[in-house]
């Protein structure tokens, strides 16, 4: 395929301050000379990539993160889905599609050892291996191991890991499945399309409260992806032997906060065996292929859907990333470029 002279790649303009909204004018989209392949390297043309809630974080430059910030004046990074267009010196063949994580442009550069060459039979979809199913998948088995029978919570239910979190805890047979949300509007779409079986509200009174409603036999099983309140409330209704994964902190993500303290009884923990398991994909990379065997029988069979949002063209990636904070979508948020 012609490559052009340049392209399109977005780069925060500013650092925005901690705690403070983002904005589009945090960004500024530029056009840049297309870069030229090495040795080594493949030339990739971007098709989708995603926007996740952690971006906001890494325009801190304060946070404790295992991936380096974001760098005022360069270009963002991300997951991204793309053809590769030149490989000098093998690596892949043109045409075929790879994953990599240099998103926010048009054009990418890559190491062939760190592009994702992908099954283009695996998923019916290729913009689904952007799905945030991995963490999901970890947080559900490994980290909160769902069980036959258990009520489960899920914290953050309608966003792109709690979407997905709920339903593969169906499958793993829990008995009854509750998110949290933020808006009505959510959290019919949570209970019409995705399985679950009750909702409790942010902003909708305390979510302690709402929770023992919703399950009056307590919690087995929490997949937190918020922490603050409603970790606390789930702390407060859990069994004896309940298994809490942390699997992220969006009460501190949708601000940049560096921090996501919560105050927690540590007595309340070890009278009750009550286990916190604080889990991330980095260290459970060995998951991505089980899942996407699992993803892939589950979208053909329709026990599995993924639910998402798609932007069209680079210039909306930053207000996608905006809505997002926002909580305007149900799902996965991704940019066709």
């Known amino acids: 395929m012609p490559v052009p ?9 500013v ?22 392949p090495g040795p080594g390297q493949l030339l990739v043309r971007n098709r989708v990539m995603a926007v996740t809630a952690v971006m906001r974080t890494l325009m801190n430059s304060e946070a404790d993160l295992f991936m380096p910030p974001y760098v005022a004046g360069e270009a963002l990074w991300g997951l991204a889905v793309g053809e590769v267009v030149a490989a ?18 048009e054009y990418a ?18 913009a689904a291996h952007l799905s945030q199913g991995p963490s999901a998948w970890m947080g559900v088995v490994r980290g909160a191991e769902v069980r036959s029978g258990d009520t489960v919570f899920v914290t953050g239910a309608a966003g792109g890991v709690g979407s997905l979190a709920g339903q593969i805890a169906r499958l793993r047979g829990a008995k009854r499945v509750i998110g949290s949300t933020g808006s009505p509007r959510k959290a019919e779409v949570l209970t019409r399309e995705l399985g679950y079986d009750a909702v409790v509200l942010r902003g909708a009174g305390p979510i302690e409260e709402q929770l023992r409603e919703a399950a009056p036999d307590g919690l087995d099983a929490v997949f937190d992806n918020v922490g603050g309140e409603q970790l606390r409330a789930a702390l407060a209704l859990a069994r004896r032997g309940a298994r809490f994964a942390i699997v992220g902190a969006l009460s501190g993500q949708a ?8 105050e927690i009884d540590t007595v309340a923990l070890t009278a009750r065996g009550i286990t ?17 065997a699992e993803f892939g029988r589950g979208l053909r069979a329709g026990t599995l859907t993924f639910p998402h949002v798609r932007l069209s ?17 149900v799902g996965a948020v991704l940019v066709d470029l």
């Open 5 to 13: 002279a340049v392209h399109r790649e977005v780069r925060l303009a």
């Open 15 to 36: 650092r925005p301050r901690p705690a403070r909204p983002l904005s589009v004018d945090h960004f500024e989209v530029v056009e840049f000379p297309v870069p030229e």
């Open 88 to 105: 000098p010196g093998g690596g892949a063949e043109a045409g075929e599609l790879v994953e990599h994580r240099f998103g926010w442009r």
């Open 109 to 126: 550069v890559v190491d062939a050892a760190e592009a994702h060459r992908l099954d283009p039979e695996a998923l019916p979809d290729p």
């Open 255 to 262: 601000t940049g906060a560096a921090t996501a303290p919560v």
């Open 276 to 292: 916190l398991r604080g889990i991330a994909l980095y260290d459970h990379m060995d998951v991505i292929p089980e899942w996407t």
């Open 313 to 329: 063209g680079i210039e909306r990636a930053p207000r996608a990333l905006c809505e997002l904070l926002e909580g305007r979508h």
